[in-house]
């Protein structure tokens, strides 16, 4: 039996579930998730390892139509993505129909013509069998409006696991054969520094979604084993930085007393050691970059 290896990129307007469909193929939670548009930032890649494959999975930040300088990057980070991938999966959430978005996303995708491609229907336990033949449908005729073939056009359900499976056998099914290109034991190539930040941020947003979703960064300081435990009980120092655009959102931020604050290091720190595998101190503190989205300087430095 032949091994095969490569990448599959989602693509996709904000907020189709991209994230989620990701850390349901990889069996483990390698990207955060909001129902927040823009919550992938960068390229997040997971690996999934099976017998006969290798699939790296690069889930990708929503195409959309940029109103900031940090808007602009993401898309070309996108761009830059599908462009050195093996398949693209085009996805479109169940419950709403294409529009304006996905026909610009796919306008753009049917230029790499010699990258197979499939659409993924996601979020399909959100409505009817009649609704989802509809979409089907729908999907199929957007594809053909920019001359795209699809490979395939799969409904998925990642909360629920309907046809994760199959997907997974559909994107295999389109790498090329190769070796393994990653270590068994790894779910990706993220660094502790990225993936702690980024589940940081993921509480931040739970907390202050409604009034400054965009405006919050993150960036780790330090990840240092406390010198003073036991080696049998091992515990990790985290000094991290929210970072916002204007003083009066540090407030938002912070909380009354300080509550909102600690709620999202409560939170964040729950899944730090799921994800470290040993107790953490997390000492987050809240600056401000002033209007960070728009500055270059502000960009690079916050690692955009």
Same mark, same amino acid.
């Given at each position: ?27 483990? /939670? ?34 959309? /139509? ?59 336990? /959100? ?52 070796? /393994? ?124």
């Amino acid at each position: 039996m032949s091994y095969r290896s490569g990448f599959a990129c989602f693509v996709g307007r904000p907020n189709t579930g991209k994230s989620t469909l990701t850390n349901a193929l990889v069996g483990s /939670k390698v990207a955060i998730t909001s129902d927040r548009p823009q919550t992938t930032r960068h390229a997040v890649r997971g690996i999934v390892n099976r017998d006969d494959a290798q699939l790296i999975l690069v889930d990708t930040p929503g195409v959309h /139509k940029p109103r900031t300088l940090l808007g602009q990057r993401l898309n070309d980070v996108v761009r830059g993505t599908w462009a050195d991938v093996d398949v693209i999966a085009f996805c479109v959430p169940a419950d709403e129909k294409p529009g304006p978005g996905d026909r610009f996303i796919l306008q753009e995708v049917s230029q790499a013509t010699r990258i197979p491609k499939i659409a993924v229907v996601t979020k399909i336990d /959100k409505i009817s069998p009649s609704a989802l033949m509809e979409q089907l449908v729908a999907v199929q005729e957007l594809g053909a409006q920019a001359g795209i073939q699809w490979q395939e056009v799969i409904p998925v359900s990642a909360v629920k696991g309907e046809q994760v499976e199959l997907l997974t056998d559909l994107l295999v099914a389109l790498l090329p054969e190769g070796p /393994k290109l990653f270590p068994d034991e790894i779910a990706t190539d993220e660094t502790q520094f990225v993936m702690v930040a980024e589940l940081i941020r993921e509480a931040a947003l739970e907390g202050v979604r409604d009034e400054l979703p965009h405006s919050i960064a993150v960036v780790v300081e330090e990840i240092t084993p406390r010198e003073d435990r036991p080696v049998d009980r091992p515990m990790m120092d985290i000094t991290a930085f929210i970072y916002i655009e204007r003083d009066s959102q540090k407030a938002i931020v912070i909380g009354k007393g300080g509550q909102r604050l600690k709620d999202v290091g409560t939170a964040a720190r729950r899944e730090i050691e799921a994800l470290i595998g040993m107790p953490v101190h997390l000492d987050l503190r809240v600056k401000v970059a002033k209007d960070w989205q728009r500055d270059p300087k502000q960009l690079r430095k916050l690692g955009f």
